[in-house]
């Protein structure tokens, strides 16, 4: 049996890990990287492709089904092959639940369902006219926060939209979303739920370093004045959450697989990742989730503090931990349960 995922994201980490655990690896490379994936030797075949949205072409998902592969999703398979071709036209077993994708994408489903799960979240606006504080106005389908920006009003937000129309980073008609901004400090918890143990396992957390809202800080405070932050996320930061916070990161995320098992059967299968700020009481907000392997988990190819309290001396990387799961359901017979 093969592994196979597109070549970017969290390619390396996934397949290394599918190597650890004794599985052929095959990556979906754009030509234009062909050259950086054959530099691991844990990679045993390359697929070329000119564009990763090729993947849906029929004779590559039928090579990828001749090998036995299981494709694990990650955010570039969202962002460039799109959850439509996802649900309807890629015929080749993917780990996890890939209806989950959709939910991420839909802010408007992305909402209902951590509602549903009881997470506290931001709250959003329908219009400028209701805000009622600092908030973030996010484009939908925005890639790494770029065009984001903030405003504490209809006024600042009109004169603000004006000005990104006229870069033209904003288009005149563009739907946006209004969401309360919270201060406090930004963390990304990575889960990963085993259906095959019906446990919910906390595998590491981390922070991201965006350009440029982590760069302003460095301008003195008279300076900043107009500078507005763009999120474009150039790498992650590890973090190790109190102590004392980590039965609320359990709650939640528990919480969440029971949300996802009643709207989305049969729910969160593998990794997900619930991403907020702790604000001034130390609670988490989430503004996100991902519903499947995020980048952050790049940070710990080699486990991180929370694997190796789960896992004792093995290094489980978030990788490593779905092809366990992959070769577990394989052995007993239960694939169905992991891929769809
Ligand atoms: P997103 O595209 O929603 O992941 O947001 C990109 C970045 O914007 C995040 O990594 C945070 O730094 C920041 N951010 C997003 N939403 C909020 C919020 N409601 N309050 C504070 N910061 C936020």
């Not at 930004?186 to 143990?197: D, I, K, T, V």
């Not at 760069?215 to 992650?236: A, C, H, K, T």
């Not at 969160?268 to 130390?282: N, Q, R, T, W």
């Not at 290094?315 to 239960?334: D, F, T, Y």
Request: hydrophobic content about 40%; overall charge neutral.
């Amino acid at each position: 049996m093969w592994i196979t995922t597109l070549g970017s994201h969290c390619a390396l980490q996934v397949l290394k890990g599918a190597k650890d655990e004794g599985f052929m690896t095959a990556v979906v490379t754009e030509r234009r990287r062909e050259g950086l994936y054959r530099r691991f030797g844990f990679i045993d075949d390359f697929v070329v492709v000119d564009r990763f949205g090729d993947v849906a072409k029929p004779d590559l998902q039928a090579a990828l089904r001749e090998r036995g592969a299981v494709m694990v999703p990650h955010g570039t398979l969202v962002s460039e092959v799109g959850v439509d071709t996802v649900e309807g036209g890629l015929d080749v077993p993917i780990f996890g639940n890939r209806r989950m994708l959709r939910w991420e994408s839909d802010r408007n489903l992305k909402e209902k369902l951590m509602k549903e799960a009881g997470i506290r979240l931001p709250r959003s606006f329908a219009t400028p006219e209701e805000m009622d504080g600092l908030c973030i106005v996010k484009l939908h389908g925005a890639r790494g926060g770029l065009g984001y920006f903030l405003a504490d009003g209809p006024g600042p937000y009109r004169r603000k939209r004006e000005e990104l129309e006229a870069k033209g980073l904003l288009g005149r008609d563009a739907q946006v979303f209004i969401q309360e901004y919270v201060v406090g400090v930004p963390a990304y918890l990575h889960y990963f739920y085993s259906p095959l143990h019906r446990r919910l396992e906390f595998l590491g957390a981390e922070k991201r370093y965006e350009t440029t809202v982590d760069g302003i800080g460095r301008v003195p405070s008279s300076l900043q004045g107009e500078l507005s932050p763009s999120y474009v996320v150039v790498g992650n930061i590890p973090l190790v959450l109190r102590e004392s916070l980590l039965e609320d990161v359990y709650r939640m995320g528990e919480d969440f697989v029971r949300a996802s098992q009643r709207l989305v059967p049969p729910g969160s299968i593998g990794p997900f990742c619930l991403e907020g700020v702790y604000d001034a009481e130390a609670r988490f907000v989430a503004f996100e989730f991902s519903a499947r392997i995020v980048a952050g988990t790049n940070l710990y190819v080699n486990g991180s503090p929370y694997s190796a309290l789960t896992y004792g001396g093995e290094q489980v990387s978030m990788g490593r931990r779905i092809a366990m799961e992959v070769k577990e359901a394989q052995a007993s017979g239960s694939l169905d349960s992991v891929l769809t």
